[in-house]
């Protein structure tokens, strides 16, 4: 009888110290999903200088000013849902925009640099237009689109 009782007591002992470790494990995941960051809006740079900050879900106009014939470098970054800024991967990331020209016109090229999600905005005429954009994770929409008007001023 004591035999069967060791082995019982060792059998739920060894089960205890599985369960014990595979709980553990999973409790103190390091996984690259816990740290990512789910985009709710974006912010705009003009080198150091924030021009933009927009969540989706307010209802504001997230809006620029260039003047026809002037091109000017800018730099997209997002906001999470507590509201903190971050730039998502470039490796696993990527920008797609879609220029819509009013009574102006302007044009967007993203640039190949090592500073991720840069993009420089061109007035070409003096008007209204816009561009949206989207965050693409290999290949789908993360995040957008989202709009931004532009108003293109002459260049006198």
Do not use: W
Not at 88 to 103: A, C, N, V, W
Request: hydrophobic residues 35%; contains cysteine.
């Amino acid at each position: 009888m004591k035999k069967v009782n060791l082995l019982s007591t060792a059998k739920a002992v060894l089960t205890f110290i599985i369960f014990a470790g595979i709980l553990t494990a999973c409790s103190n995941s390091t996984s690259s999903e816990e740290d990512e960051h789910e985009p709710v809006g974006f912010v705009i740079y003009q080198g150091s200088d924030q021009v933009i900050s927009k969540n989706l879900n307010d209802n504001t106009t997230a809006s620029l000013s260039i003047s026809a014939n002037a091109s000017i470098q800018y730099r997209v970054a997002f906001l999470d849902l507590e509201g903190d800024v971050f730039t998502p991967e470039k490796d696993e990331h990527s920008l797609r925009f879609e220029t819509t020209d009013g009574t102006g016109s302007i044009s967007v090229r993203q640039e190949n640099s090592g500073e991720p999600f840069l993009f420089t905005l061109s007035g070409n005429n003096a008007g209204e237009a816009s561009f949206s954009f989207e965050l693409l994770h290999v290949g789908s929409a993360e995040f957008g689109p989202a709009t931004v008007s532009v108003t293109i001023t002459s260049s006198n």
